[in-house]
């Protein structure tokens, strides 16, 4: 239920599930088959609110944002690949605040930035050039 809610952007839903995790012992960080969190799913799909709301609470119920998926690829790949300007912005932003590794690399060897590269994710390659230079390689 909470990767469904998480991958369609479900927000109210989400922070439902998120606040009673606890009591009704609800995983947060579980895998899918191809090794996606529910943060991965709402990072690919350009869910920006669960994003947010998913960071906002990553210390409190210990969310993994850091998570890597059966290819590598953390959820900033995924935001990253497929071109989701705001999600990235809003992981630059926030990248210290919530301990996120901008630069991890795949099992390809390659970073998120690379990933947007490789996806011709222009506004992406564009936005983490300007935005975060140091991660541009």
């Known amino acids: 239920a909470f990767h469904e809610a998480c991958g369609t952007g479900h927000l109210n839903v989400v922070e439902m599930l998120i606040k009673n995790s606890v009591q009704f012992n609800i995983e947060l960080n579980t895998k899918d088959d191809e090794g996606n969190t529910a943060f991965h799913l709402a990072c690919l799909n350009g ?63 390659k970073t998120g930035f690379q990933r947007a590269q490789d996806r011709g994710s222009t506004k992406v390659v564009n936005l983490i050039k300007s935005k975060m230079p140091n991660i541009a390689f």
Do not use: P, Q, W
């Open 47 to 109: 869910h920006s609110n669960v994003v947010e709301i998913l960071m906002m609470n990553y210390a409190e119920f210990n969310i993994e944002l850091n998570t890597k998926d059966n290819f590598g690829g953390t959820a900033f790949h995924a935001a990253c690949y497929f071109g989701r300007k705001s999600i990235v912005e809003l992981m630059i932003s926030n990248s210290d605040s919530f301990n996120l590794e901008l630069t991890a690399r795949n099992n390809e060897g």
